[in-house]
């Protein structure tokens, strides 16, 4: 495990996120620039992503393998959901949901590919990584969307969650998976170009919503609960099942990895697409990534700790 590569792939993260912060602050971005490109990567580069990560040659053992993985990321999923319930049913009703989505979609791809990477080889760190965002993308254009919109009036919170440019982008893909299908080269180097602008463009936008607040009302008490059980409670409980249930030592990597990852950066545009409190998003996006830096590379120690005693 190549911890300096584990850092210096978090790092990024902040540079762009403050660019944002920049951009905002010299009057480049706006209020509704920043909701206009938070549409754009929703609607637009979010789906070609998703389309792009399912364009990937299908054989006999990828599938097992993709199966697997998917069925641990959806019982991943599903199990912070409830956690996340349990943790914040006590706070204010307009920052639950808010709070809810931050803690149980974390930064699988953009910050979690590269980790895989220095972690596997990195082609089979790449497909391990875009098979295990399969059903985050699902679950986040479902339940996610569901989530933001929940007794709001006039919401139609269960179309919303099924039928939106994601959900169709994912069947999109399932379909190109399941069968086989690879697009022409040109369409597909459209769909990762597009796509790939995902990343930086969410930074930035997780910077610039952090101006829509003061800095001090930024950073309450329940953006640090959430920080500890996103980086913390969470990977160490993957952990503890996934040494308890004898699960493979590349597997239990994967999971803990992906469950140590800080608050999806897309988090805050989502709050922001769907009118939830989005300045609270960005604000969980920004603590939780900062503190990353350390909590990630010592996850990974932990576990390589525990999986070679548990093997000796």
């Known amino acids: 495990m190549d911890v300096l590569s584990v850092i210096l792939s978090i790092l990024p993260l902040f540079l762009i996120m403050l660019l944002g912060v920049f951009v905002r602050k010299v009057g480049i971005f706006d209020w509704q620039t920043t909701k206009r490109l938070s549409a754009f990567i929703v609607n637009i580069t979010q789906p070609f992503l998703i389309i792009a990560s399912f364009i990937t040659e299908r054989t006999g053992d990828k599938l097992k393998i993709a199966l697997v993985i998917i069925a641990a990321s959806l019982l991943m999923h599903v199990s912070f959901s409830g956690f996340a319930a349990l943790l914040f049913r006590k706070a204010d009703q307009a920052d639950r949901s808010t709070l809810e989505f931050s803690l149980i979609f974390g930064n699988c791809a953009y910050l979690g590919y590269p980790v895989l990477m220095a972690v596997f080889p990195p082609e089979s760190g790449l497909f391990y990584g875009a098979v ?20 709001k009036k006039g919401s139609h919170a269960l179309l919303k969650a099924f039928v939106n440019p994601g959900t169709i982008a994912s069947v999109i893909g399932i379909l190109l998976f399941v069968f086989n299908v690879r697009p022409p080269e040109f369409l597909t ?18 910077g610039s919503l952090l101006c829509n607040k003061p800095l001090k009302n930024l950073f309450s008490g329940s953006v640090y609960v959430l920080s500890i059980a996103r980086l913390l409670v969470l990977p160490i409980v993957t952990l503890v099942v996934c040494l308890i249930f004898r699960v493979d030592t590349g597997m239990t990597f994967l999971c803990v990895i992906m469950a140590s990852m800080p608050t999806a950066a897309n988090s805050a545009i989502f709050c922001e697409m769907y009118k939830a409190n989005s300045p609270l998003a960005a604000s969980c996006v920004g603590v939780s990534s900062l503190f990353s830096v350390i909590t990630v590379p010592a996850m990974l120690a932990l576990t390589q700790l525990a999986t070679s005693a548990l093997n000796s």
């Open 132 to 151: 295990f965002t399969l059903v985050f993308n699902v679950y986040i254009r479902t339940y996610g969307v569901f989530l933001l919109n929940k007794g």
């Open 189 to 206: 180097n459209t769909f990762s170009t597009v796509g790939n602008l995902t990343f930086p463009l969410s930074m930035l936008c997780v």
